[in-house]
Structure formats: structure tokens, C-alpha cells
């Protein structure tokens, strides 16, 4: 029954993990709401949660150690429901506030992004772990669908009405206070002097590297979708809403089979997410039709919920289990790095050949290939230096 309780509260606090990729499908309403304000100013209001996260997801494993998980959680999920509130209330007074609110929701996302993870490495172990950390995947693209659809139907009314999806944080804090123990148990046998020498290793840092790359050419397509739907005349908030909405439908299903397809396809897992997503970013650049942003979108969820927890999975096991909560957060942190970086690096390359958004698309099917590649032989060195070591 604790063991129940406890899904219940991680699955819950999986659930809203997304939610603040609900902007991605009004950034085209605040950019002809805030008239002359700078396209890559506007693009921040999406990617500083990924900055804020990338802060908090680092702290919030050292924090972990000295002071009970579910406080953290708890501070984190109040950040957010603050951050979704001041937004709907005051968001339209200055593009300056919605970015201050993106910091509290970057909190929110940064603890508890690192904190799902690490309460199911401290609670669960091998197989159950990992089938559990596809479960959360699912959960997280599950809670997106729902919350992007729904920010999206509200936007149709007025871009600011997006934001009441941020009283969802409520009742989730309910939940996590009532069903998440304060003590911090380790899921195995932890020797104290083994605890006192873990330290990171090559395949945690590795795998950072990776989720880095991922973070950058994945998040071209939720960063440029609205404003891609808007400059052809596709539709509107709402269609956004509806193509992010299939993304995350993609992803729920992928996170729910994530066990399996990890049984089969074992350490080929991240490099076959990669290529997906690449394919994906591939047809949107060379059909360009909304059937193709739909196709596209579902490749990105599949990866999004694979590499996700593959990644996680991966730098958890690679390190003694008393650092697990440290291995977490430097993926994690890597990964809200990359989304930071991501439209940076994408305006710059769509200003160089004129304003072409559809080259951004084409510069993430490129990157995703070559990460996936870099994944496939980087993870082979590494596994044969251990077998060697």
C-alpha cells in the first residue's frame, strides 16, 4: 500500500512536468500582442523555465541529501501554481512579466523534473525501476496532452486564458502531501565507505552530453510550431494546441510500452529514439503540409518519452546508488541547458539564410542523426573500457 501511495504521488507530480511547453502553442499570440518586441525576447518565455531548471535540477540533488524530498517537491509545486497565476492575472501588462513568471515555473520544473526521478531510484529497484520510469514518461506526455489541449481551447478565447491550466497544481499538491512519505530510504544496501568514495563517471557525463544535444534540436519543434502554423496559414492557437496535443499522445503511448521496447532493444534504445525524432524533423522541412507537422509531431513524442527515461535509467545505474540523485540532476540539468540553447542556436541559423523557419527544422533532423550516431559509438567505447577495466 506505501508502495502504491507513493506511485501515486510521483505519477501525479510527472503529470504537470510539461506543463509549461503550453506556451509554445500561444508564442505567436504574444509576439502580435507584444508589437515590436524582439522574436528571440518572446522565445524566452518558452525556454527560461529550461535556464531556471537547469539552476534547480543541479541544487536540487545536494538539497535532496539534507533535507526530506517531499519539501522540495512541495516548494517546487507552489512555484509553479504562483508562476501560472501571476501570468493570467498580470501577463499582459509587460512581455518582462511573463518572463518573470517562466523563472517560478523553470522552479517548479527544475526540483521536480530531478525529484520524479530520483524518488523512483530511492524507492524502486532494476526492472521495476525502469518500467516505472517509462510509466512516468508516459504520465508526463499524458499530463501535456491534456494540458496542451486545453491551454490550447482556452487560447482561442484569449491567449492569457491559457494560464488557468495552472490550477491544476493544486490539487496535485494535495495529492503529494498526502501520499509521500518525509523519510528518504534507499531502494538497496548502501556500505558507507563505498558511499564516501561515489563520485560521477565517464558514462554519466556522457550521457549529459547526449541529453544536452537532445534538449537542442528536439525543442526547434515545440520553440518554432505556433509561429510555423501561423506563417502558413494552418490555423491558429488552437491548431497548435491540437498538433502538440498528438505529440504528447505519441509520447504517452511510447512511455507506456517503454519497458518493452527497452527488454528489446536494450542499449540501442537512445540512438533508434534519435533517429525517430530526426525523421520526424526531416518531413516537416521537406513535405511542409499540416499532415506532415502532425507526423512530425508524433516522432518527436515518441522520442521525447524515450530518451527521457532511457537517459535517466542509464546515469542512475552507472553510479553508486547513494550519488543517484546527483547522476539525475546533471542529466537533467543537461537536458534544460540544451532547450535553453535551442532557439539561440536555431534564430541564428534561420537569420543567416534570411528568415527561412523551415531550415530550423532541417538543422534539427541533421542533429538529431549526428547525435544519434555520437550515442551509438560513444556508448560502445565506454562499454568496452568496462569490460577491459
Known amino acids: 500500500m506505501e508502495k502504491r501511495k507513493i506511485k501515486v504521488a510521483i505519477l501525479s507530480i510527472s503529470s504537470l512536468l510539461m506543463i509549461s511547453m503550453t506556451a509554445s502553442a500561444i508564442l505567436a499570440d504574444i509576439q502580435a500582442f507584444f508589437v515590436g518586441v524582439d522574436p528571440s525576447l518572446i522565445s524566452m518565455v518558452l525556454t527560461i523555465p529550461s535556464l531556471m531548471g537547469l539552476v534547480f535540477a543541479f541544487a536540487s540533488g545536494p538539497l535532496s541529501l539534507r533535507m526530506p524530498k517531499k519539501n522540495l517537491v512541495v516548494f517546487g509545486l507552489v512555484c509553479g501554481l504562483i508562476g501560472g497565476m501571476v501570468a493570467l492575472l498580470f501577463g499582459s501588462f509587460s512581455i518582462y512579466v511573463l518572463l518573470g513568471c517562466s523563472l517560478l515555473l523553470g522552479v517548479a520544473q527544475g526540483i521536480n523534473s530531478t525529484m520524479s ?29 491534456v494540458l496542451l489541449f486545453t491551454s490550447g481551447m482556452l487560447a482561442g478565447i484569449q491567449w492569457q486564458m491559457s494560464y488557468l491550466v495552472y490550477l491544476v497544481f493544486i490539487p496535485v499538491t494535495v495529492i503529494v502531501m498526502r501520499n509521500l512519505p518525509k523519510d528518504q530510504p534507499l531502494a538497496h544496501e548502501v556500505d558507507k565507505q563505498t558511499e564516501k568514495s561515489a563520485k560521477l563517471n565517464a558514462r554519466v557525463y556522457f550521457t549529459a552530453v547526449i541529453m544536452f544535444l537532445f534538449g537542442v534540436f528536439l525543442f526547434v519543434f515545440q520553440t518554432n510550431v505556433a509561429m510555423y502554423v501561423a506563417g502558413k496559414g494552418f490555423g491558429d492557437a488552437s491548431t497548435s494546441g491540437l498538433i502538440n496535443t498528438s505529440m504528447s499522445a505519441a509520447g504517452m503511448l511510447t512511455g507506456v510500452l517503454f519497458g518493452r521496447m527497452q527488454r528489446v532493444l536494450k542499449k540501442l534504445v537512445i540512438p533508434v529514439s534519435l533517429l525517430v525524432g530526426a525523421l520526424g524533423m526531416l518531413a516537416i522541412f521537406v513535405v511542409g503540409s499540416l499532415p506532415s507537422l502532425f507526423i512530425g509531431a508524433m516522432c518527436c513524442g515518441f522520442c521525447l518519452a524515450t530518451i527521457n527515461p532511457a537517459g535517466t535509467f542509464l546515469a542512475a545505474n552507472a553510479v553508486h546508488p547513494s550519488i543517484s540523485s546527483l547522476a539525475i540532476a546533471v542529466v537533467t540539468a543537461a537536458t534544460s541547458v540544451g532547450i535553453f540553447v535551442s532557439p539561440i542556436l536555431s534564430n541564428a541559423v534561420a537569420n543567416a539564410s534570411g528568415g527561412n523557419i523551415e531550415i530550423k527544422f532541417l538543422l534539427a533532423a541533421l542533429g538529431l542523426f549526428s547525435v544519434a550516431v555520437l550515442s551509438w559509438f560513444g556508448n560502445m567505447i565506454l562499454d568496452k573500457k568496462q569490460v577491459g577495466a
Open 117 to 145: 526521478m530520483a524518488l523512483i531510484a530511492d524507492y524502486f529497484v532494476a526492472e521495476e525501476s525502469g518500467a516505472l520510469m517509462g510509466l512516468q514518461s508516459a504520465f508526463v506526455n499524458g499530463g501535456s496532452m
